[in-house]
Protein backbone atom coordinates (compact mmCIF):
# COMPACT_ATOMS: atom_id res chain seq x y z
CA UNK A 1 0.00 0.00 0.00
CA UNK A 2 1.51 3.43 -1.25
CA UNK A 3 0.89 6.45 1.31
CA UNK A 4 -0.19 9.00 -0.85
CA UNK A 5 3.29 11.58 -0.47
CA UNK A 6 3.96 15.08 -0.93
CA UNK A 7 3.44 18.28 1.36
CA UNK A 8 -0.13 19.39 2.19
CA UNK A 9 -2.28 21.47 0.54
CA UNK A 10 -3.39 24.78 2.05
CA UNK A 11 -7.38 25.57 0.93
CA UNK A 12 -8.38 28.41 -0.99
CA UNK A 13 -11.16 30.83 0.71
CA UNK A 14 -13.52 29.89 -1.62
CA UNK A 15 -13.16 25.82 0.18
CA UNK A 16 -12.54 27.29 3.67
CA UNK A 17 -16.23 28.86 3.03
CA UNK A 18 -17.68 25.88 1.91
CA UNK A 19 -15.66 23.74 4.67
CA UNK A 20 -17.20 26.35 7.65
CA UNK A 21 -20.56 26.47 6.46
CA UNK A 22 -23.15 23.86 7.17
CA UNK A 23 -22.84 22.16 4.43
CA UNK A 24 -22.67 17.87 4.49
CA UNK A 25 -19.79 15.72 2.99
CA UNK A 26 -19.06 12.08 2.18
CA UNK A 27 -16.18 10.61 3.23
CA UNK A 28 -14.98 7.42 1.07
CA UNK A 29 -12.31 4.74 2.13
CA UNK A 30 -11.19 1.53 1.21
CA UNK A 31 -12.37 -1.65 2.22
CA UNK A 32 -10.72 -4.66 3.09
CA UNK A 33 -10.97 -5.90 -0.60
CA UNK A 34 -10.14 -2.58 -2.47
CA UNK A 35 -13.61 -1.46 -2.81
CA UNK A 36 -14.57 2.31 -1.74
CA UNK A 37 -17.05 2.80 1.55
CA UNK A 38 -18.56 5.99 1.47
CA UNK A 39 -20.17 7.56 4.49
CA UNK A 40 -22.18 11.11 5.10
CA UNK A 41 -20.25 13.19 7.90
CA UNK A 42 -20.89 16.57 9.34
CA UNK A 43 -17.44 18.04 9.27
CA UNK A 44 -15.52 20.93 10.71
CA UNK A 45 -12.21 22.71 8.96
CA UNK A 46 -9.19 23.64 11.84
CA UNK A 47 -6.89 25.41 9.73
CA UNK A 48 -5.88 24.02 6.64
CA UNK A 49 -7.30 20.18 8.07
CA UNK A 50 -10.48 18.93 8.06
CA UNK A 51 -12.22 16.85 11.08
CA UNK A 52 -15.21 14.05 11.73
CA UNK A 53 -15.88 12.34 14.15
CA UNK A 54 -16.74 8.37 14.81
CA UNK A 55 -16.84 5.70 16.97
CA UNK A 56 -14.45 2.70 16.99
CA UNK A 57 -15.06 0.06 15.32
CA UNK A 58 -17.00 1.96 13.01
CA UNK A 59 -16.21 0.76 9.03
CA UNK A 60 -14.61 3.76 7.82
CA UNK A 61 -12.69 3.58 11.58
CA UNK A 62 -11.51 0.30 10.54
CA UNK A 63 -10.59 0.85 6.64
CA UNK A 64 -8.52 4.14 7.81
CA UNK A 65 -6.53 2.23 10.07
CA UNK A 66 -5.65 -0.26 7.39
CA UNK A 67 -5.29 2.47 4.69
CA UNK A 68 -5.24 5.87 5.46
CA UNK A 69 -5.83 7.38 2.40
CA UNK A 70 -9.43 9.19 2.09
CA UNK A 71 -11.59 11.27 -0.51
CA UNK A 72 -13.71 14.05 0.87
CA UNK A 73 -16.37 15.66 -1.14
CA UNK A 74 -18.75 18.58 0.32
CA UNK A 75 -20.85 21.21 -1.87
CA UNK A 76 -22.84 23.87 -1.38
CA UNK A 77 -26.27 23.28 0.18
CA UNK A 78 -27.37 27.01 -1.43
CA UNK A 79 -25.50 26.16 -4.77
CA UNK A 80 -25.08 22.29 -5.28
CA UNK A 81 -22.32 23.58 -7.81
CA UNK A 82 -20.12 24.89 -5.99
CA UNK A 83 -18.40 21.26 -4.41
CA UNK A 84 -14.48 20.62 -3.84
CA UNK A 85 -12.82 17.08 -3.55
CA UNK A 86 -10.03 17.07 -1.03
CA UNK A 87 -7.90 13.71 -0.99
CA UNK A 88 -5.75 13.12 1.34
CA UNK A 89 -4.67 10.97 4.53
CA UNK A 90 -6.80 10.59 7.44
CA UNK A 91 -4.77 10.35 10.90
CA UNK A 92 -6.82 9.34 13.88
CA UNK A 93 -6.57 10.98 17.20
CA UNK A 94 -8.71 10.25 20.27
CA UNK A 95 -11.32 12.36 21.53
CA UNK A 96 -11.67 11.33 24.91
CA UNK A 97 -13.72 14.24 26.29
CA UNK A 98 -16.19 13.72 23.11
CA UNK A 99 -15.95 17.08 22.66
CA UNK A 100 -16.07 17.11 18.55
CA UNK A 101 -19.32 15.50 18.24
CA UNK A 102 -20.57 18.68 20.87
CA UNK A 103 -19.18 20.94 18.65
CA UNK A 104 -20.54 19.88 15.04
CA UNK A 105 -23.91 19.38 16.76
CA UNK A 106 -23.45 22.88 17.43
CA UNK A 107 -22.81 23.51 14.21
CA UNK A 108 -25.42 22.13 12.33
CA UNK A 109 -28.16 22.12 14.86
CA UNK A 110 -27.43 24.64 17.18
CA UNK A 111 -27.90 22.08 20.57
CA UNK A 112 -26.64 19.36 22.60
CA UNK A 113 -26.03 16.11 21.09
CA UNK A 114 -27.43 12.86 22.64
CA UNK A 115 -26.02 11.58 25.25
CA UNK A 116 -24.36 8.40 24.91
CA UNK A 117 -23.21 5.35 26.85
CA UNK A 118 -20.13 5.86 28.60
CA UNK A 119 -17.83 2.86 26.88
CA UNK A 120 -18.63 4.43 23.68
CA UNK A 121 -15.65 5.36 22.06
CA UNK A 122 -15.38 8.39 20.21
CA UNK A 123 -12.58 9.20 17.63
CA UNK A 124 -11.57 12.54 15.86
CA UNK A 125 -10.83 12.10 12.13
CA UNK A 126 -8.49 14.46 10.86
CA UNK A 127 -8.14 14.93 6.99
CA UNK A 128 -4.74 16.49 5.92
CA UNK A 129 -5.62 16.99 1.91
CA UNK A 130 -2.72 16.26 -0.60
CA UNK A 131 -4.65 17.40 -3.33
CA UNK A 132 -7.59 19.79 -3.55
CA UNK A 133 -10.19 20.02 -6.63
CA UNK A 134 -13.13 22.49 -6.29
CA UNK A 135 -15.74 23.36 -8.70
CA UNK A 136 -18.11 26.43 -8.61
CA UNK A 137 -20.78 27.29 -11.57
Known sequence: ????????????????ALLD?????GVATLGPDGAPQNSVVWIKREGDTVLFSSTEGRQK???LRRDPRISLTVFDLANPYHSAEIRGVAEILPDEGK??????????????????????????????????????A
Open 61 to 63: VRN
Open 21 to 25: GKNFA
Open 1 to 16: MAIPSGAPVAFDDSVR
Open 99 to 136: RLPHELSHKYLGIDPPAEKDDEVRVIIKIVPRKVVAFS
